[in-house]
C-alpha cells in the first residue's frame, strides 16, 4: 500500500510540470500585489480551509526567513463572523460577505477547492470580480464550476482528494518561498 500511495502521489507531483507557467505566474501576482500594499485573502471549505489557514500564516509569520509579516488573511478562521453570517445569510454566503467587507480593487483572493464546485467560493470569486479583486483558483480534477470564473484557474489534473491536496499544500509551499525571495 505504501509503495502504490508513494507512486500515486509522484505521478500527480510530476504533472505539475504541466502547469508550472500558472503557478509562477500566480506567484508574481501575490508578490506585485503585497509589493504594492495590497493583501491575500484565502478561503476554502474543511482540508482547504486548513490550507487556506496554513498559507496565511506562512505569509503573516514567516516561511523560511526572518522578514517583516505580510498582510494575508484566512477567510475561515473567525468563528463568530462564520457563525453570523451562515445564521443570517446562510453558508453560501460566508466568504462573500466578507469578501465584500475586505476586499479592495488590487488584492488577491485565493480559492482553494479539490472539487471547483463549491458554492461558497463561486460567490466570493464573483463578489470579488465586482470589487476589482484578482481571483486565483487552485483546484483539482477538472477545475469545476470555479475554473472560468477565476482571473487565473490552476487545476492539478488528478481524482483524489488526498493527491490533490499534497500538491496544493507544494504550491502553496511554492508561493511563500517565491514571495519571500521576491520582496
Known amino acids: ?16 510540470r504541466d502547469i508550472q507557467p500558472d503557478i509562477e505566474k ?33 505569509l503573516i509569520g514567516r516561511f523560511e526567513k526572518e522578514r517583516k509579516s505580510y498582510p494575508a488573511i484566512a477567510l475561515t478562521t ?8 451562515g445564521n443570517d445569510y446562510g453558508f453560501d454566503r460566508i466568504f462573500s460577505r466578507q469578501v465584500e467587507g475586505l476586499g479592495n480593487q488590487g488584492d488577491i483572493l485565493i480559492c482553494i477547492s479539490t472539487s471547483g464546485n463549491s458554492k461558497n467560493l463561486i460567490l466570493a470569486a464573483e463578489t470579488a470580480g465586482q470589487k476589482k479583486v484578482k481571483t486565483i483558483g487552485l483546484f483539482g480534477n477538472n477545475g469545476g464550476l470555479l475554473k472560468d470564473k477565476m482571473s487565473l484557474s490552476i487545476t492539478v489534473q488528478h481524482k ?6 499534497e500538491a496544493h499544500i507544494f504550491i502553496l509551499h511554492y508561493w511563500a518561498a517565491f514571495i519571500e525571495s521576491n520582496l
Do not use: P, Y
Not at 32 to 58: I, P
Not at 78 to 85: E, K
Not at 160 to 165: G, L
Open 26 to 58: 500566480a506567484g508574481e501576482w501575490m508578490a506585485t500585489a503585497l509589493r504594492n500594499g495590497k493583501k491575500v485573502l484565502v478561503a476554502g471549505n474543511g482540508g482547504s480551509a486548513a490550507d487556506s489557514q496554513h498559507f496565511a500564516a506562512e
Open 160 to 165: 483524489v482528494t488526498a493527491r490533490i491536496q
Open 78 to 85: 473567525d468563528t463568530s463572523i462564520l457563525t453570523a453570517l
Open 1 to 16: 500500500m505504501f509503495s502504490t500511495l508513494l507512486q500515486h502521489h509522484m505521478q500527480c507531483f510530476e504533472s505539475l
